[in-house]
T-cell receptor, first 112, second 112 residues
Framework: DAGVTQSPTHLIKTRGQHVTLRCSPISGHKSVSWYQQVLGQGPQFIFQYYEKEERGRGNFPDRFSARQFPNYSSELNVNALLLGDSALYLC???????????FGSGTRLTVV | QKEVEQNSGPLSVPEGAIASLNCTYSDRGSQSFFWYRQYSGKSPELIMSIYSNGDKEDGRFTAQLNKASQYVSLLIRDSQPSDSATYLCAPRGETGANNLFFGTGTRLTVIP
């Protein structure tokens, strides 16, 4: 079975630009969560979706938005990129959101 | 603000020894707890989950939970060089806030 897949794997953007990151959960998993991990820190929660509805939002500015599609895949959008948005963005899926998460390999975003 | 505290390490143990990783958390409503292993440059990998007070064993790994003390630990017996990684403690928020909150992780080095 395919695991959680994320695309792209690496991305370089300029300050002020917009970025869209994509995630496909494990087949059958209905919950998708997004995390940001900067070097030397643990992952920080951004969003959780279950059955296409937002279940939770972390302490991130409104420049960050996300959505979940009918096939349970998800997109994370970040507008007006700042240098501080440079990080590894992780997508995780689970059956219900109440069990353990399986993480994808992440998207490494560099803002220059 | 939900907080998860872990010793950042690095924790160095000789091959074959027991590695003990500790974690305290602030959210008394947390009911589920997860340990992830993260190799350098990779995404987190779920290795243990624990939901009830006491010990849970899985192979060389033992998770221990004390909800009254808001403390969870991970013991790795017969440590191997391949266990060298950062270990992340992740309590799940109380029902209705299902996202995981991560500590900064403890970096473990197993010396051959």
């Amino acid at each position: 079975d395919a695991g959680v897949t994320q695309s792209p794997t690496h991305l370089i953007k300029t300050r002020g630009q917009h970025v869209t990151l994509r995630c496909s959960p494990i087949s059958g998993h209905k919950s998708v969560s997004w995390y940001q991990q900067v070097l030397g820190q643990g992952p920080q929660f951004i969003f959780q979706y279950y059955e296409k509805e937002e279940r939770g939002r972390g302490n991130f500015p409104d420049r960050f938005s996300a959505r979940q599609f009918p096939n349970y895949s998800s997109e994370l959008n970040v507008n007006a990129l700042l240098l501080g948005d440079s990080a590894l963005y992780l997508c995780a899926s689970s059956w219900t959101g109440e069990d353990g998460y399986t993480f994808g390999s992440g998207t490494r975003l560099t803002v220059v | 603000q939900k907080e998860v505290e872990q010793n950042s390490g690095p924790l160095s143990v000789p091959e074959g020894a027991i590695a003990s990783l500790n974690c305290t958390y602030s959210d008394r409503g947390s009911q589920s707890f997860f340990w992830y292993r993260q190799y350098s440059g990779k995404s987190p990998e779920l290795i243990m989950s624990i939901y009830s007070n006491g010990d849970k064993e899985d192979g060389r790994f033992t998770a221990q939970l004390n909800k009254a003390s808001q403390y969870v630990s991970l013991l790795i017996r017969d440590s191997q060089p391949s266990d060298s990684a950062t270990y992340l403690c992740a309590p799940r928020g109380e029902t209705g806030a299902n996202n995981l909150f991560f500590g900064t992780g403890t970096r473990l080095t197993v010396i051959p």
